[in-house]
C-alpha cells in the first residue's frame, strides 16, 4: 500500500521499547470504549515510544495515501476558526485535530500479525462494555430515554456509537475470518443486546448498515438474512425497544422534527457564511440567530448531522476536502481488500466506516472523540497489517 513517506530503512530491534511500546498499544486500545481520560493519558506516552522507535531505526513517520486528506481537512478547520467569531474558542475546540495523529501511530506500530490482535482486543473489550451495558439496563434501571445504558463512558449516543463500531469489527472476523471466530460468534449476541437497549436509533441504522455491507462483500443472498434477524429482535425486545424502532418513522416524533428544523437552520448557517462557516464551536453562539420556528429545542450543541455540521461550523471547501478524505479512505479499504492480504480487517473497516457515514446523517459522531478515536483505529488497521512485521518479518495470513 503508497505511503506518503519512504522508509529510510529496515528496522531494528530493541526489546526494551519494543515491549513497552506493544504494552501501551494494547492499553491505549483497551481504553478507547471505557474511559476518555485513560485514552488522553495513554496516547501521549504510546506517541513518544513510537516517535523514540523511528529515530532509532532511522524512520520517517509514515501514514496510508488517505492521510494527507485528512491534514487537509484539519488545515481547513484552522482556517474556520481564524475566521470565527471567537478565534480563541475555535482554536481551543480545534485540539480535537491532534486526533488524527492515531493514524501514522497505528500505521507504524501497529503493523504486520499486530494488527490482528489489535482487532482481537477491541472485540474483547467491546463484549466487556456490551455485558456491563446489560447489566445497567437489567440491574441499574438504564431502561428508559431518560436513563439509558452507557456503559462506561460519559453519554449513551458515545456508548451506542463504539458499540456500533465493534459490530463492525466482530461481524467482519465472523464473515471473513479463517480462524478465531468462536469469540467473536460468543461476543456479537451482547453487543447486538447491548445496542438495541441503548435505545439509539442512528447507531442501530449504522450497525444494520455495516452487517448488510458485509453482508454483499460476502455474498448478496446473504442479506436475506437481515429481516428475519430484525424480526426476531422485534419479537423479543422489551416495550421500549420495539416503541422507539417505530418512532424512526413517526414525523410528529419531537426529535424527528427538532433533526428536520436543524437541517433547515444549517443551510440557513451555510447561505451567510458559505466559505468558512460559522467557526469550530461557534453553532451554539449562533443557534438563536439561525433558529428554525418550526425547532422543537431552543439550542443544540450540534446539527446532528456530519456533512450539514462541517459545511456550517467549518465551510463548503471544508466538506468538499471531508468527503475527498472519506472517497480516499474508503477507495484504499477496497484495494486491501481485493488485494486479500488482510481482507477480515479491511472489510472491518469498511463496514465501520459506512456505519459512521450512515450514523452521522443523524448524529455528530465524527465530532465524538471517543468514537474518533476508536474509528481512526479501526479504518487504519488494515493499512497496518499489510506493512512487514517488524517482531516476525512476515505480513498476516
Not at 185 to 205: D, E, F, I, K
Not at 293 to 313: G, K, S
Request: proline share 6%; net charge positive; aromatic share 8%.
Amino acid at each position: 500500500m503508497k505511503a506518503t513517506s519512504i522508509e529510510l530503512h529496515d528496522t531494528r530491534a530493541a526489546p526494551a521499547l519494543d515491549r513497552v511500546t506493544a504494552v501501551l498499544l494494547v492499553a491505549f486500545v483497551a481504553s478507547l470504549p471505557v474511559s476518555i481520560a485513560a485514552a488522553n493519558i495513554l496516547l501521549p506516552p504510546l506517541v513518544i515510544c513510537w516517535l523514540g522507535g523511528l529515530y532509532r531505526d532511522g524512520e520517517r513517520p509514515a501514514a496510508p495515501a488517505f492521510f494527507p486528506f485528512l491534514v487537509a481537512y484539519a488545515a481547513m478547520t484552522l482556517l474556520s476558526a481564524a475566521f470565527s467569531p471567537d478565534p480563541v474558542a475555535s482554536f481551543v475546540d480545534s485540539r480535537q485535530l491532534l486526533l488524527f495523529v492515531i493514524v501514522p501511530l497505528i500505521y507504524g506500530v501497529a503493523r504486520g500479525q499486530r494488527a490482528s490482535m489489535v482487532a482481537d482486543v477491541i472485540i474483547t473489550v467491546g463484549g466487556v462494555i456490551a455485558a456491563y451495558g446489560i447489566i445497567q439496563y437489567g440491574m441499574l434501571h438504564f431502561d428508559s430515554l431518560g436513563q439509558r445504558p452507557r456503559g462506561t463512558l460519559g453519554h449513551y449516543m458515545t456508548y451506542s456509537g463504539a458499540l456500533m463500531l465493534v459490530i463492525a469489527v466482530a461481524g467482519s472476523r465472523l464473515v471473513f475470518g479463517s480462524r478465531d471466530r468462536i469469540w467473536s460468534a460468543l461476543v456479537m449476541p451482547a453487543l447486538v443486546v447491548a445496542l438495541a437497549l441503548t435505545l439509539t436509533r442512528s447507531a442501530w441504522v449504522g450497525a444494520c448498515v455495516a452487517v448488510g455491507l458485509l453482508f454483499i462483500l460476502k455474498d448478496f443472498r446473504l442479506l436475506g438474512l437481515l429481516p428475519v434477524v430484525a424480526a426476531l429482535l422485534f419479537a423479543f425486545a422489551p416495550d421500549s425497544v420495539t416503541s422507539r424502532a417505530v418512532s424512526m418513522f413517526d414525523l410528529q416524533d419531537p426529535t424527528n422534527r427538532d433533526r428536520l428544523s436543524m437541517v433547515r437552520t444549517g443551510r440557513a448557517m451555510i447561505q451567510d457564511h458559505p466559505l468558512a462557516g460559522v467557526g469550530p464551536n461557534m453553532i451554539p453562539r449562533v443557534y438563536t440567530q439561525y433558529r428554525d420556528p418550526e425547532a422543537v429545542q431552543d439550542v443544540n450543541p450540534h446539527l446532528h448531522n456530519v456533512p450539514l455540521q462541517i459545511a456550517a461550523e467549518r465551510g463548503l471547501p471544508a466538506l468538499v476536502v471531508w468527503v475527498v478524505f472519506v472517497a480516499a479512505l474508503g477507495a484504499g479499504l477496497v484495494r486491501v481488500f481485493r488485494a486479500e492480504q488482510a481482507r477480515p480487517l479491511a472489510a472491518g473497516g469498511l463496514a465501520a466506516l459506512a456505519a459512521m457515514l450512515t450514523a452521522g446523517l443523524f448524529e455528530y459522531n465524527f465530532g465524538d472523540s471517543e468514537f474518533l478515536m476508536l474509528l481512526l483505529v479501526i479504518v487504519t488497521l488494515p493499512f497496518a497489517a499489510t506493512r512487514r512485521d517488524d517482531l516476525r518479518g512476515a505480513s498476516p495470513s
